[in-house]
C-alpha cells in the first residue's frame, strides 16, 4: 500500500493533479506571517529571526518536507517594515519549489492602539522535477509512459500583496500570493488567497485565550483552519488546530495539536499533525517545529508591539 501511495505523489507531481500544488498552511504561521502576507512585516522594533520546519507523513520513503525562514525588522523613521522570506518545499519524490523574496509594508498609526499595514513583496519561484531521484522499489510500478524522463526546471518573478489590521488583542489580515502566475503548473506555483482573523480574550492575570480562524482559497481548492490557542502567563502556549479541505472528505484531514515555549528573547514551538480516518493507516502523521529569536535593536526606539 505505500508503494502504491508514494506511485501516486509522483504522478501528482508532474502536472496530471497539477491544480492540487498549493502553499502548505502551517500551523504556527501566527508567529511571523510574511512569506504569506507581506503586511504582517514589521511586528516589533527588534530583529526578528523565524525558522520552520515541516516534515509530512514520516512514515512514508521520500515523505514531504518543507522549509521556512524569516527575518524582519521595523524602520521607525519610515514608519515602514523590512524583510526576507525564503521557503523550500519537497514534494517528496523528484520535485521541489523555493520561494524567495524581499518584503515591505507600510503602516499607518491609526490611533494609540491600532495599526493598518500594507505590505508587497518581490523575487523568484524556483521549481525543479528531477525522475532520475526516484527510485523504483518494485518493477509494477513503472508506468508506461506517463512519466517525464530527466530534468526539468523553471524559474520566474513572484509577487505577493497584501493588508493587515492589528491592534494589541485583535488581528485581521489579506492576502495575495504568486500574484502574476495565473495558473499553476507542475513547476510553478499559482495564485492565492488568504484571510485571517484572530482575537485574543484576557480571561485573568494569567490566562489568555485566542481563538483564529484562516482560510485560503486558490482555483478549486478551499482550505479552512479553526484553531484555538491558551497562552499561560505569556510563558507557554498549546493549543488546537483543525484545517479540513472543505471540498473535500473530511475524513481525511488531521488535526495539529500546538505546545510552545516563550524566554526572554527565544520562542520554541512544536506541531503534531494526527491524520484520522482513511488516510491515516498509509501516510503517518507529520511534525512541525518552530524557533524564533529576536534581537535587539540598539538603533530604534520602542513602537508599539502587536500581541503575538
Known sequence: MKRILALICLMMTIGVTANAQQDLLLSQ????????????????????????GHYQYIDI?????SLVFNVQSFLEQYNSGVGFSMSYDNVGIAKSTTNAKVVYAYSLKLNETGLLSFGLSAGIQYGYFNTDKYTYEDATEITDG??????????????????EFATPRFLL?????HLTNNETTSL??????????????KVDEIWDV?????????????VVELGGTAFYNRFIWGGLTYHPDVNGDFETNPVAITLGVEYRSMRIGYTFDWAFGKVSRLSGNSHELMLSYSLPNKHQEPVYEKFE
Request: aromatic share 16%; with cysteine.
Open 29 to 52: 504561521q501566527f508567529y511571523s506571517r510574511i512569506n504569506k502576507n507581506p503586511a504582517g512585516t514589521g511586528n516589533v522594533s527588534d530583529i526578528d529571526f523565524f525558522l520552520l
Open 61 to 65: 520513503k521520500d515523505a514531504p518536507k
Open 146 to 163: 506517463d512519466v517525464p524522463e530527466g530534468k526539468l526546471s523553471k524559474i520566474q518573478p513572484d509577487f505577493d500583496f497584501g493588508f
Open 173 to 177: 489580515g489579506g492576502s495575495i500570493t
Open 188 to 201: 510553478i506555483t499559482g495564485r492565492h488567497f488568504y484571510c485571517y482573523s484572530r482575537y485574543i480574550f
Open 210 to 222: 485566542a481563538p483564529s480562524l484562516v482560510y485560503m482559497h486558490k482555483d478549486k481548492i478551499d
